[in-house]
């Protein structure tokens, strides 16, 4: 549903989602990787130039495929369009955003939470960035220690998730919500687990990491 502004000319006429890696929309490439794990009935929600998703991907039928379409008149963010699903999945299902190239295995993650009796599961990505400059520690004026362009890791959010259907019960119909906030709502009265993903992994929400999908493909997605 997002416009994609950082992505901005490719994105003025056409969503994010269609922009091609390997000379097929990202879209394209995250819905055959789940058929390959033996995934069938995807539904995707649609925003911004949605007409051009349901153009492109119609019912599925031309992949064997089954497709339905969340349709948002304002942006709702990606736990809030699930506010607008007619019908509640009886099963854990996964949710991924439009915009997310990897390698990681679904069923892998499915099995993962169910194994761990989650409500709610994200899978994380580490990430690494080097300090530029020398770190000093204190204590109070006293130096205690010095890191010369320390490392620091990360768990991030890397835009894949498994959730349970009562999941959708903290959601209002229509009410912009983000997953993170859907997994801040969750705690203390679900489990919330996060799955550390190992496999090749990039979110493509700049220029530059569109340009790395393009450099990447079809090596390592």
């Known amino acids: ?21 390997g000379g097929k929309p990202m879209l394209e490439h995250i819905l055959m990787s789940a058929k390959a794990e033996g995934f069938r009935h995807f539904v995707l929600a649609i925003q911004y130039l949605g007409h051009m998703i349901e153009e492109y991907c119609g019912d599925g039928s031309q992949w064997g495929l089954r497709i339905d379409y969340l349709r948002e008149e304002s942006p709702l ?6 506010s607008l699903l007619s019908s509640r ?14 390698d990681i295995r679904y069923g892998d993650m499915l099995n993962y939470h169910c194994k761990h009796g989650a409500s709610a599961t994200m899978a ?17 004026v006293d130096i205690i220690n010095f890191e010369e362009k320390p490392i620091v890791r990360n768990h991030i959010n890397a835009g894949v998730y498994v959730l349970e259907p009562e999941v959708l019960d903290v959601l209002k119909v229509g009410e912009h919500c983000n997953m993170p906030e859907l997994f801040t709502r969750l705690q203390g009265s679900a489990r919330t687990i996060a799955y550390p993903i190992h496999e090749p992994w990039l979110d493509v929400g700049r220029m530059d990491d569109y340009e790395q999908a393009q450099k990447n493909h079809p090596k390592n997605f």
């Open 1 to 21: 549903g997002g416009r994609g502004t950082r992505l901005r000319p490719h994105t003025e006429g056409c969503p994010k989602p269609l922009l091609a890696v």
């Open 89 to 102: 999945p009886k099963e854990p299902f996964i949710v991924s955003n439009g915009d997310v190239l990897t």
């Open 124 to 140: 994380v990505h580490i990430h690494e960035w080097q300090h530029p400059f020398g770190v000093v520690r204190t204590k109070g």
């Open 77 to 82: 963010g990606t736990a809030g369009a699930m």
